[in-house]
Nanobody, 122 residues
Framework: QVQLVESGGRLVQAGGSLRLSCAASGRTISGDVVGWFRQAPGKEREFVAFIRGSGSAYIANSVKGRFSISRDNAVNTVFLQMNSLKPEDTAVYYC????????????????WGQGTQVTVSS
């Protein structure tokens, strides 16, 4: 029904910036809540941000002020802009769409991408 592909992850120096993309195919996701999560080695998956179809967004406290989320419905894509990156931001970043529950900060999404690796060097 919908496929999600993350891209943009790479090695970046601390203090640098990176923009991740979540490209959807199969159907439009313009009306879906889309979330970004991350998972560092040996740790549980962590909520990062979500965006509603209206464009309103919620950012996790751990990255608030440094990360932002946006979407471009013309290309069926959601973005995660990451600034002032820190080594602790190193993780595999996943996007997810179509949460069936009202709490969008949990892993209650139907569709997930395969992830993109972000590595921040000190």
């Amino acid at each position: 029904q919908v496929q999600l592909v993350e891209s943009g992850g790479r090695l970046v120096q601390a203090g640098g910036s990176l923009r991740l993309s979540c490209a959807a195919s199969g159907r439009t996701i313009s009306g879906d809540v889309v979330g970004w999560f991350r998972q560092a080695p040996g740790k549980e998956r962590e909520f990062v941000a979500f965006i509603r179809g209206s464009g309103s967004a919620y950012i996790a406290n751990s990255v608030k002020g440094r990360f932002s989320i946006s979407r471009d419905n013309a290309v069926n894509t959601v973005f995660l802009q990451m600034n002032s990156l820190k080594p602790e931001d190193t993780a595999v970043y996943y996007c997810a769409a179509q949460a069936p529950y009202s709490d969008y900060t949990t892993s209650n999404y139907k569709y997930w991408g395969q992830g993109t690796q972000v590595t921040v060097s000190s």
